[in-house]
């Protein structure tokens, strides 16, 4: 199985994905938004794309679809609640279910909401796990919720995110790295990873970006360090109404406030 991590350069800085099986050269092109990027890697690589996946509904995820798809025939993946969100899905699909591609791609799909209310992702189970997250787990932060809800998105990361062994690597939507960062600094100034990761990214060739595991975010996403003592100190300051001892929820909401206008 082939993760390839495609940079568009647009200005909302957008990646899109392809995976690809080895053996076959069969391959699924997810939230291709870049459609001649998205063709042009195909025929490089010698990849014949039968599936397009939608991680969720936005414009920036799925605008490229129907040209991907009249250039190669591709079948349509999306959540199966998708309803008028997304035109002209082929399969519809949930909690539990695989993609599948050629003889070496399986992608179980996990229903991650919160971002928006039917997104998913896709978790691939190999020696080396990985998640293709869309707008649900970005580098170093997670996604808005001015079209979802952020207590849903904390039930997402409380129940599924967290399980997720260290070693996962985590493929994003956009490349946001250098902010979260500098908000997770901005939390807790103290944070020696982040800022080590942040002097490493600064600058980096999107082309080539650095792809972290979660074992990384664990320590630098201030959104997976509920229980730091600079974190929830920080919010109990800017929050003043909470409780003396907050619930890891309370955390992550007043976080996903602070984020939303820093």
Same mark, same amino acid.
Not at 26 to 53: H, M, N, Q, S, Y
Not at 81 to 99: F, K, L, Q
Not at 230 to 253: H, N, Y
């Given at each position: 199985?082939? *993760?390839?991590?495609?940079? /568009? %350069?647009?200005?909302? &800085? ?12 069969? =391959? ?8 001649? #990027?998205?063709?042009? *890697?195909?025929?490089? #690589? %010698? ?7 939608? $991680? ?15 250039? /190669?025939? =591709? ?9 008028? &969100? ?13 993609? #599948? ?34 707008? !649900? ?9 001015? !079209?979802?809800?952020?207590?849903? +998105? ?13 070693? /996962? ?14 908000? !997770? ?9 982040? #800022?080590?990761?942040?002097?490493? *990214? ?7 970006? +650095?792809?972290?595991?979660?074992? $990384?975010?664990?320590? *630098?996403?201030?959104?997976? &360090? ?7 100190? %920080? ?17 992550? +909401?007043?976080? &996903? +406030? ?5």
């Amino acid at each position: 199985m082939i *993760v390839e991590q495609i940079w /568009t %350069g647009n200005s909302g &800085r957008n990646f899109f994905y392809m995976v690809a099986c080895a053996e076959t050269g069969e =391959a699924v092109a997810i939230d291709p938004i870049d459609p001649p #990027k998205c063709l042009a *890697v195909a025929k490089d #690589k %010698g990849w014949d794309i039968t599936r397009v996946f939608n $991680t969720h509904e936005h414009a920036d995820h799925i605008a490229g679809n129907d040209d991907v798809i009249a250039a /190669t025939g =591709a079948k349509l993946i999306a959540p199966y609640n998708a309803g008028s &969100r997304i035109p002209r899905v082929d399969e519809g699909v949930r909690e539990g279910d695989h993609v #599948k591609i050629g003889k070496t791609v399986d992608l179980e799909v996990i229903e991650t909401p919160g971002h928006t209310p039917i997104h998913i992702s896709l978790f691939g189970h190999n020696d080396e796990p990985h998640l293709l997250c869309g707008d !649900t787990v970005f580098n170093a932060g997670v996604g808005h919720c001015h !079209t979802g809800d952020p207590n849903v +998105l904390y039930a997402t990361f409380r129940d599924k995110i967290a399980k997720m062994p260290d070693g /996962t690597r985590i493929y994003p939507g956009h490349d946001y790295i250098s902010n979260n960062l500098q908000f !997770t600094l901005d939390r807790e100034p103290d944070n020696a990873d982040a #800022k080590a990761l942040l002097a490493d *990214v600064e600058g980096q060739d999107p082309d080539a970006a +650095l792809v972290t595991t979660l074992g $990384t975010e664990r320590k *630098v996403n201030t959104f997976m &360090r509920l229980d730091s003592a600079g974190v929830v100190a %920080g919010i109990k300051e800017k929050f003043p109404d909470l409780p003396d001892t907050p619930s890891d929820e309370d955390i992550f +909401l007043s976080l &996903r +406030l602070l984020r939303n206008d820093w």
